[in-house]
Nanobody, 122 residues
């Protein structure tokens, strides 16, 4: 059973930075891909960044790739989202997600979700 626990959300000033963390617990350590989504008030959930393959290539929502960076620590089974130069439009609930059992080719292929962590930029 995969559990995803996000942390690191909070309030941040415009232009500031924030790093989100997501700890994944699973008995299948190396056969999952982790990533991040976000959902702003009144908007649909959108993909932010993900690993296409376990520990491999990354995929970003293109406009965000200039400011956001995904990384992971396999020893800690944790994925991170470094967010820089934050803007008010980045205000959203940020969700960690995972795809277990194969490559993560499409955003819609996420199989597990965390509860989310709120980021507010003002």
């Amino acid at each position: 059973h995969v559990q995803l626990v996000e942390s690191g959300g909070g309030s941040v000033q415009v232009g500031g930075s924030r790093r989100l963390s997501c700890a994944a617990s699973t008995y299948i350590v190396n056969s999952k891909c982790l990533g991040w989504f976000r959902q702003a008030p009144g908007k649909e959930r959108e993909g932010v960044a993900r690993f296409y393959s376990p520990g491999g290539s990354t995929v970003y929502d293109t406009p965000l790739s200039r400011r956001f960076t995904i990384s992971q620590d396999n020893h800690k089974n944790t994925v991170y989202l470094q967010m820089n130069n934050l803007k008010p439009e980045d205000t959203a609930m940020y969700y960690c997600a995972a795809r277990v059992g194969g490559y993560w080719r499409e955003w819609s292929e996420a199989t597990h979700w965390g509860q989310g962590t709120q980021v507010t930029v003002s």
